[in-house]
C-alpha cells in the first residue's frame, strides 16, 4: 500500500553533517506519522527522530537533541533528517518508517512496533 525509499546516506568524518530523505509513494494519504531509526551491527533498531505528517511537530532521541533536525514536505510526500556534529557512533543503517494511525490513536511513537511501511534503508558512516 505504501512504499517508502531512503537516500543520502555516506560516508562522512566525525564532526562533519549529513541530510538524508525518505520519499514515499502509494497511499500516501494515510501517513499519520514518520520517522527515523537505526540499527547499527549486532544491536537493535534505534528511534532516532519522529515527525508529525499534518502538524510537522518533531520528536527525537534524547542521545542525539541538538545534533538533528527532522521536517517534511507534504507535497512531495518526504521526509528529511539533517545530521550535525556527526560522531562513529552514529554509524548505521537508518531507515524511515510510516504509520497510519487515527488521530485518536495513543502510542509509544519511540518504539518500532508503531510504524507500519518501512524502507529498505541508507548507509551512514562516520569515520573517526
Known amino acids: 500500500q505504501m512504499r517508502l525509499v531512503e537516500s543520502g546516506g555516506g560516508l562522512v568524518q566525525a564532526g562533519g553533517s549529513l541530510r538524508l530523505s525518505c520519499a514515499a509513494s502509494g497511499r500516501t494519504f494515510r501517513i499519520s506519522d514518520m520517522a527515523w531509526f537505526r540499527q547499527a551491527p549486532g544491536k537493535g533498531r534505534e528511534f532516532v527522530a519522529r515527525i508529525e505528517w499534518g502538524e510537522g511537530g518533531a520528536y527525537y532521541a534524547d542521545s542525539m537533541k541538538g545534533r538533528l533536525a527532522i521536517s517534511r514536505d507534504n507535497a512531495k510526500n518526504t521526509m528529511y533528517l539533517q545530521m550535525n556534529s556527526l560522531v562513529p557512533e552514529d554509524t548505521a543503517v537508518y531507515y524511515c518508517?510510516?504509520?497510519?494511525?487515527?488521530?485518536?490513536?495513543?502510542?509509544?511513537?519511540?518504539?518500532?512496533?508503531?510504524?507500519?511501511?518501512w524502507g529498505q534503508g541508507t548507509q551512514v558512516s562516520v569515520s573517526s
Open positions: 518508517a510510516a504509520a497510519t494511525r487515527p488521530p485518536y490513536y495513543s502510542g509509544n511513537y519511540y518504539d518500532s512496533t508503531f510504524y507500519d511501511y
